[in-house]
């Protein structure tokens, strides 16, 4: 998952937040207006939020020497909250910070930091992408260097079971011009517009018709003039050119949007969409952005993740995961989205919601209850470029 998801964005222009609902959402405590540092919240037991500490944050605290205005691009990754991690690429350079048991944090060593630190041997950097217990980045020449841990093959070095302290060079591709990391296992978008996939293939995430573990990189089967990908923690997305959305791997809540919960070990149609302009893959949930800026989304929904209108907003409602796309009209009008493991974040122009489940304080807000309706973490006067997520765990970022 490079969201990152956990991601940069990808368009300059600000658009106003135009749902009402949304708009009226209750306002939490707020960073200090004027604050030009990077913010996270949520779980901190790995030191993934970067502020020093290793207790949780019910509300946006500053990483550590991480001025705002010099990020890039954030990608947060982790199987869970004991195993999260970030990455932040300013510049041409990356930093990194959190758990870092199979050497994801990329600095030679296998000790957890709290606060950021420069990851060696990489330059001219221009995307990022944080896994499972992994990390890719893409430098401008469209080579793919990987980290972490191997157990799958997700590094594409033709080794398994073992890890990786710092970068290396992925073999084996032509030029890349997008990378994204799930939970197990790797993607490259190529510049000639194919896909190729590495690491863990049991749910069909490698997208090749199997359900083998690949050591080196192979192409997802089918996909022609694809222009954006994004890897969930075992499926993935791909945005074509004529604006619809494929879509493979693991299916168990409908994260695959095809009406079923058949996992596909090749890609297939996400119903009912035309017209996308942006894809966020979640851990188990995904949402999409139309050309006219109306938002859907599919996939897991215990949490009130798809923030669905029809229902009472009461923790004690069963809520029905969604295998296929439903409009989301309190997102209309976003700039942003990201999706975590059981929580969502939008960005307007300087404001970030949150929604979903709160169990570490990943919604930002004070709490640890969960919010089935928006909640605005209000930024005064403070410009947010991006949000970013940790893939399976709840610690959330602005940047």
């Given at each position: 998952?490079?969201r990152?998801?956990?991601?940069s964005?990808?368009?300059?222009?600000?658009?106003?937040?135009?749902?009402?609902?949304?708009?009226?959402?209750?306002?939490?405590?707020?960073?200090?207006?004027?604050?030009?540092?990077?913010?996270?919240?949520?779980?901190?037991?790995t030191?993934?939020?970067?502020?020093?500490?290793?207790?949780?944050?019910l509300?946006p605290?500053?990483?550590?020497?991480?001025?705002?205005s010099?990020?890039?691009?954030?990608?947060?990754?982790?199987?869970?909250s004991?195993?999260?991690?970030?990455?932040?690429?300013?510049?041409t350079?990356?930093?990194?910070?959190?758990?870092?048991?199979?050497?994801?944090?990329?600095?030679?060593g296998?000790?957890?930091?709290?606060?950021?630190?420069?990851?060696?041997?990489?330059?001219?950097?221009?995307?990022?992408?944080?896994?499972g217990?992994?990390?890719?980045?893409?430098?401008?020449?469209?080579?793919?260097?990987?980290?972490?841990?191997?157990?799958?093959?997700?590094?594409g070095?033709?080794?398994?079971?073992?890890t990786?302290?710092?970068?290396?060079?992925?073999?084996?591709?032509?030029?890349?011009k997008?990378?994204?990391a799930?939970?197990?296992?790797?993607?490259?978008?190529?510049e000639?517009?194919?896909?190729?996939?590495?690491?863990?293939?049991?749910?069909?995430?490698?997208?090749?018709?199997?359900?083998?573990?690949?050591?080196?990189?192979?192409?997802?089967?089918?996909?022609?003039?694809?222009t954006?990908i994004?890897?969930?923690?075992?499926?993935?997305?791909?945005?074509t050119?004529d604006?619809?959305?494929?879509s493979?791997?693991?299916?168990?809540y409908?994260?695959?949007?095809?009406?079923?919960?058949?996992?596909a070990?090749?890609?297939?149609?996400?119903?009912?969409?035309?017209?996308?302009?942006?894809?966020e893959?979640?851990?188990?949930?995904?949402?999409?952005t139309?050309?006219?800026?109306?938002?859907?989304?599919?996939?897991?929904?215990q949490?009130?993740?798809?923030?669905?209108?029809?229902?009472?907003?009461?923790?004690?409602?069963?809520?029905?995961?969604?295998?296929?796309?439903?409009?989301?009209?309190?997102?209309?009008g976003?700039?942003?989205?990201?999706?975590?493991?059981?929580?969502?974040?939008?960005?307007?122009?300087?404001?970030?919601?949150?929604?979903?489940?709160?169990?570490?304080?990943?919604?930002?807000?004070?709490?640890?209850?969960?919010?089935?309706?928006?909640?605005k973490?209000l930024?005064?006067?403070?410009a947010?470029?991006?949000?970013?997520?940790?893939?399976?765990?709840?610690?959330?970022?602005?940047?």
């Amino acid at each position: 998952m490079p969201r990152s998801s956990w991601r940069s964005l990808r368009r300059s222009s600000v658009l106003v937040l135009a749902a009402a609902v949304l708009a009226a959402a209750p306002v939490a405590a707020s960073a200090h207006a004027g604050d030009p540092a990077v913010l996270s919240w949520g779980a901190g037991r790995t030191g993934q939020l970067g502020n020093g500490t290793l207790a949780d944050s019910l509300s946006p605290s500053s990483v550590t020497d991480l001025v705002r205005s010099d990020v890039d691009q954030m990608s947060a990754g982790g199987t869970s909250s004991a195993d999260s991690f970030a990455l932040a690429r300013t510049g041409t350079t990356v930093k990194s910070w959190g758990h870092n048991s199979s050497g994801q944090l990329g600095n030679g060593g296998n000790t957890n930091q709290n606060v950021p630190t420069t990851v060696p041997r990489l330059a001219n950097i221009k995307d990022i992408a944080a896994g499972g217990m992994h990390a890719l980045a893409l430098d401008t020449s469209g080579q793919v260097y990987s980290w972490g841990d191997n157990a799958y093959g997700q590094l594409g070095n033709n080794r398994t079971g073992d890890t990786r302290t710092v970068p290396d060079r992925v073999q084996g591709m032509p030029k890349v011009k997008q990378i994204s990391a799930g939970c197990d296992f790797s993607l490259a978008l190529l510049e000639n517009g194919k896909v190729y996939a590495w690491g863990r293939g049991i749910h069909g995430q490698l997208g090749n018709g199997s359900r083998a573990t690949s050591s080196v990189p192979r192409q997802v089967h089918g996909l022609e003039n694809i222009t954006e990908i994004d890897a969930g923690c075992h499926h993935a997305l791909a945005l074509t050119a004529d604006e619809t959305v494929k879509s493979w791997g693991y299916n168990l809540y409908g994260q695959l949007g095809n009406s079923t919960t058949k996992s596909a070990t090749e890609p297939v149609d996400v119903d009912w969409l035309d017209g996308v302009s942006d894809i966020e893959a979640g851990a188990f949930h995904n949402y999409v952005t139309t050309s006219d800026r109306h938002v859907w989304g599919w996939g897991n929904n215990q949490y009130g993740q798809l923030l669905e209108a029809d229902e009472a907003f009461d923790s004690n409602v069963s809520r029905t995961n969604r295998t296929a796309p439903v409009e989301i009209p309190r997102l209309q009008g976003v700039q942003h989205l990201a999706a975590g493991a059981r929580h969502g974040v939008a960005l307007t122009a300087d404001d970030v919601f949150t929604w979903g489940h709160n169990g570490e304080g990943q919604l930002g807000n004070g709490t640890t209850v969960p919010r089935y309706d928006a909640v605005k973490i209000l930024k005064e006067g403070v410009a947010i470029k991006g949000v970013a997520v940790s893939l399976g765990g709840n610690t959330t970022y602005t940047y």
